[in-house]
């Protein structure tokens, strides 16, 4: 099976960085996502990662590495409108071919 | 516009009563999801389908049926079977590489 762990709440400062953690086990690793979902609303895709590294996308950037089943999502310059449960999503090769999706995280952007 | 969509936006449900949620995608996708979310919680995995009439059950199939009779449309019918649907319940799509997830935008159901 699968197994995907985030933290439950964060709470930052705007204009501050912040840095969301996601550990996952999993066989047949291929590939981690990251969406943003705001309240009510549907998840919103912000970044794919397959290999090892570090991926940039204006304000938000994602790192994997797929030996420690690691990953993070970076929100820098952080905005008011950035508060929203963060969702991280591991895919498998191994039979069904569905992403498997963590709890969230849901960020608060204080003032 | 290329999409899916989702209806009805806001279900209620009485004790005993069968409803079915519909999904239809216009994006040529194969294969469709049927996840459920809780408040605060992430999405989890009724069932599937990678191709018109073959579906899998995911991780919390029971009390939920669905159908897949055309590539398009892919229902999902909450029995009476399912003692506490009240959820948020998203239907998606995926293309033939895994980067090309589409979601609806969700249909709230509400027992009373």
């Known amino acids: 099976g699968q197994n995907i762990d985030q933290p439950t709440e964060m709470t930052a400062t705007e204009g501050a960085i912040v840095q969301i953690n996601c550990t996952y086990q999993t066989s047949g690793f291929n590939g981690l996502f990251w969406y943003q979902q705001h309240a009510g609303e549907a998840p919103t895709f912000l970044s794919y990662n397959v290999l090892d590294g570090l991926e940039e996308k204006g304000r938000f950037s994602s790192f994997l590495s797929r030996s420690k089943g690691y990953s993070y999502l970076l929100l820098k310059e952080l905005q008011m409108k950035d508060s929203a449960s963060y969702l991280c999503a591991v895919s498998s090769d191994t039979g069904r071919r569905a992403l498997t999706f963590g709890s969230g995280t849901r960020l608060q952007v204080q003032p | 516009d290329g999409g899916i969509t989702q209806s009805p936006k806001y279900l209620f449900r009485k004790e005993g009563q069968n409803v079915t949620l519909s999904c239809e995608q216009n994006l040529n996708h194969d294969a469709m999801y049927w996840y459920r979310q809780d408040p605060g919680q992430g999405l989890r995995l009724i069932y599937y389908s990678q191709i018109v009439n073959d579906f899998q059950k995911g991780d919390i199939a029971e009390g939920y049926s669905v159908s897949r009779e055309k590539k398009e449309s892919f229902p999902l019918t909450v029995t009476s079977a399912q003692k506490n649907p009240t959820a948020f319940y998203l239907c998606?799509?995926?293309?033939?590489?895994?980067?090309?997830?589409?979601f609806g935008e969700g249909s709230w159901l509400t027992v009373v």
């Open positions: 998606a799509s995926m293309g033939p590489r895994a980067l090309l997830i589409y």
